[in-house]
């Protein structure tokens, strides 16, 4: 009985009942990863579009354009966006958004990639979501930093399957993360982190065999997370690896996690 109602019985329950409550709102977003590459013809699905998701996806060379797609209800109100991760090199990329849909404006497609065109049948129409000014976020869980991008919330007049088209006009190549949905709910990818580090790599031009043909490859050497954090809320302790304090390491081992401070 003494030892239930002792200081450190109830300092250890604060501890876990504020990590919980720290990392449901770190991690907000379910992540996912695009895995295989998405493509109009297989597009990555989104399961329930207003739970809060994050899809980390790669346009990995000039020609390439990203699919997703849910279903939504008449009436049904998303919200859409993009955040591009803080690696080296993409603090200009910026790629476009097209959502896809039944009783959205009739357009011309040809501001559309030529993949995309097709789903322009019947009563489907699509709106634009262009980038704007980047906003810094620093999500101090994973210790990951971000220019946020474009942001939208769409009410959708009639039922629908939506398809949202990412792709850069410019055919710059880099990685970013499409936002589907606001309500958060706790889940996703169990192999995040380790998956994270490996998406946490710059995507660069190289020369082909041809002449003016290009190749994407990721470049992961010397490459890591804490190399990016180069936001105004990072510190010098946020950017050297493994430096994590005891209330990071208790958190990381909780969800199991334990790389991001290794």
Not at 44 to 66: C, F, G, K, N, Q
Not at 144 to 150: E, L, M
Not at 182 to 188: A, F, K, N
């Amino acid at each position: 009985m003494n030892r239930i109602s002792s200081p450190r019985f109830f300092i250890l329950t604060l501890a876990l009942l504020l990590a919980v409550f720290v990392a449901s709102s770190a991690m907000a977003h379910q992540p996912f990863f695009e895995e295989p590459d998405s493509t109009a013809a297989a597009p990555m699905s989104v399961r329930d579009p207003e739970i809060s998701t994050a899809l980390y996806s790669t346009l990995d060379r000039p020609e390439d354009v990203d699919f997703f797609s849910f279903s939504v209800s008449a009436g049904q109100t998303i919200e859409i966006g993009m955040s591009i991760p803080q690696v080296e090199g993409q603090e200009q990329f910026a790629p476009s958004i097209a959502v896809i849909a039944s009783g959205m404006d009739k357009i011309t497609d040809q501001w559309l990639p030529e993949d995309a065109a097709p789903l322009l049948t019947g009563d489907r129409g699509a709106t634009l979501i262009g980038p704007v000014e980047a906003q810094i976020f620093f999500e101090p869980f994973s210790r990951t930093a971000y220019w946020q991008r474009q942001r939208q919330r769409i009410t959708f007049a009639a039922e629908s399957d939506v398809h949202i088209v990412v792709w850069h006009p410019q055919q710059e190549l880099g990685r970013y993360t499409l936002v589907v949905g606001q309500r958060e709910v706790l889940g996703g990818d169990p192999a995040f982190a380790r998956k994270l580090r490996e998406f946490w790599t710059p995507v660069v031009r190289s020369p082909g065999e041809g002449e003016g043909e290009e190749v994407a490859q990721g470049i992961a050497a010397e490459a890591t997370l804490e190399s990016t954090d180069s936001s105004p809320e990072s510190t010098d302790s946020e950017s050297s690896e493994g430096d994590c304090s005891w209330f990071m390491r208790f958190l990381a081992t909780l969800f199991g996690m334990n790389d991001i401070c290794q």
